[in-house]
């Protein structure tokens, strides 16, 4: 028969390796962003800054694969070798992921242009809610595309293509996609508790935890052979 002890000394342990494993990866993923984390509370949030927060946000993409692939391996396996897999994950799939970074980026840069000229123009003000349905729509498609990324090899156009179907495909799981990223974004600008040494690594964890059925589903219809 089991001893108690026993029994707790192990739930301990898994419970201090699950905040070991989410602390070092926030703490790399904030190192790899430490330009975009100086400037978010540094530098004035308005539209006028809006290119110093894009050349900040360069550098991110490869780290959001990173802390996707890490908190992946920690889903399907319950265990992560965290310096190894993180850095691993982070060089492997760099060039794949700064491609589809920059293209979020700079879409995201146009849409939010053209948001500030429906305000300044009022005669371009109609376009002002499809505007902010297709910002939204690439939110959430994105919030697809890094997750599959770190977990299958393909080209960026297929990631993509495959993103816009499983999101629309998918409402409840978009939808809890979407709230994880509002409720994490909103959690880093307020900044306040011992929230912010795991947030990133929850906030990925939490979409990772909610995707691991629709990454078996890629699995067995569009990789297995």
């Known amino acids: 028969m089991a001893n108690n002890?026993?029994?707790?000394?192990?739930?301990?342990?898994?419970?201090?390796?699950?905040?070991?494993?989410?602390?070092?990866?926030?703490?790399?993923?904030?190192?790899c962003n430490i330009l975009f984390i100086i400037c978010a509370y540094t530098v004035e949030?308005?539209?006028?800054?809006?290119?110093?927060?894009?050349?900040?946000?360069?550098?991110?993409?490869?780290?959001?694969?990173?802390?996707?692939?890490?908190?992946?391996?920690?889903?399907?396996?319950?265990?992560?070798?965290?310096?190894?897999?993180?850095?691993?994950?982070?060089?492997?799939?760099?060039f794949s992921s700064m491609k589809l970074w920059i293209l979020f980026l700079l879409t995201t840069f146009i849409l939010l242009l053209d948001i500030k000229l429906c305000f300044i123009n009022k005669s371009f003000l109609f376009l002002l809610i499809p505007?902010?349905?297709?910002?939204?729509?690439?939110?959430?498609?994105?919030?697809?595309?890094?997750?599959?990324?770190?977990?299958?090899?393909m080209k960026t156009i297929d990631i993509i293509k495959l993103s816009v179907y499983l999101a629309l495909k998918n409402p409840l799981i978009s939808l809890i996609n979407i709230t994880v990223l509002i409720v994490s974004t909103l959690l880093f600008f307020e900044g306040r508790g011992i929230i912010g040494l795991f947030l990133g690594s929850l906030a990925s964890y939490a979409i990772i935890f909610n995707m691991r059925r629709i990454f078996d589903y890629v699995e067995k219809k569009f990789v297995s052979p």
């Open 131 to 153: 505007t902010v349905i297709i910002l939204f729509l690439l939110v959430l498609i994105f919030s697809y595309a890094f997750p599959l990324l770190s977990r299958f090899s």
């Open 45 to 94: 949030i308005k539209f006028g800054n809006i290119l110093v927060f894009l050349i900040a946000l360069i550098p991110t993409g490869p780290s959001i694969t990173a802390v996707c692939s890490s908190m992946g391996k920690i889903v399907r396996e319950k265990y992560l070798d965290t310096t190894r897999d993180f850095f691993k994950a982070y060089k492997d799939n760099f």
């Open 5 to 31: 002890n026993d029994f707790g000394d192990s739930n301990l342990s898994k419970v201090l390796n699950y905040v070991h494993w989410f602390f070092i990866t926030n703490i790399y993923f904030f190192l």
